[in-house]
T-cell receptor
């Protein structure tokens, strides 16, 4: 098991509502990435936070937003939920030196979001 | 989106056999090539990874082979066990520590 934790485990929301998902990074890690994994698909990169700022974004609309806090924990916020937002949302933490090179990334167990 | 193609989509292997999963990528700026293992209801777990300065890396029963010129890398699972039954993803990464996942390979190891 990694040291990355996510809450809640499961969540059911209605279309049009807003949701906030939370992630605590593994000790020593300074970067958090969020992914959306639809059933039977690979994780899709949403965005990454490094030093409390967004450091890259995938092909997701602005209604997907995030925050990283000084203790490197993070939130993913999704506004105006759509049925297609139903998925497993994964948080991954890593240590990034800011040099451009990539490092090991460790995933949490995910939050299963169902939009009805 | 960065193109990452993984094959096969599914794989059935007898216990003790060799499982081979392939990943092809387009972005020559990728500098880190991991494989992740995912069990149902769990997050992906880092299995093994390689950097482009070596062509092969072995950890226990798991080996990565890397072909920089062909822009491909593969995962070999030796002496496959029923406990290896899971979905495997390649997820190359480039500048900025951003990872691009393949579509996954469902491996079933038959006892």
């Amino acid at each position: 098991e990694t040291g990355v934790t996510q809450s809640p485990t499961h969540l059911i929301k209605t279309r049009g509502q807003q949701v906030t998902l939370r992630c605590s990074s593994q000790s020593g890690h300074n970067t958090v990435s969020w992914y959306q994994q639809a059933l039977g698909q690979g994780p899709q990169f949403i965005f990454q936070y490094y030093r409390e700022e967004e450091n890259g974004r995938g092909n997701f609309p602005p209604r997907f937003s995030g925050l990283q806090f000084p203790n490197y924990s993070s939130e993913l916020n999704v506004n105006a939920l759509e049925l297609d937002d139903s998925a497993l949302y994964l948080c991954a933490s890593s240590y990034y030196a800011g040099t451009g090179a990539s490092y090991e990334q460790y995933f949490g167990p995910g939050t299963r979001l169902t939009v009805t | 989106q960065q193109q990452v193609k993984q094959s096969p989509q599914s794989l059935i292997v007898q216990k003790g056999g060799i499982s081979i999963i392939n990943c092809a990528y387009e972005n020559t700026a990728f500098d880190y090539f991991p494989w992740y293992q995912q069990f149902p209801g769990k997050g992906p777990a880092l299995l093994i990874a390689i950097r482009p300065d070596v062509s092969e890396k072995k950890e226990g029963r798991f080996t990565i082979s890397f072909n920089k010129s062909a822009k491909q890398f593969s995962l070999h699972i030796m002496d496959s066990q029923p406990g290896d039954s899971a979905t495997y993803f390649c997820a190359p990464s480039g500048t900025g520590n951003q990872f691009y996942f393949g579509t996954g390979t469902s491996l079933t190891v038959i006892p």
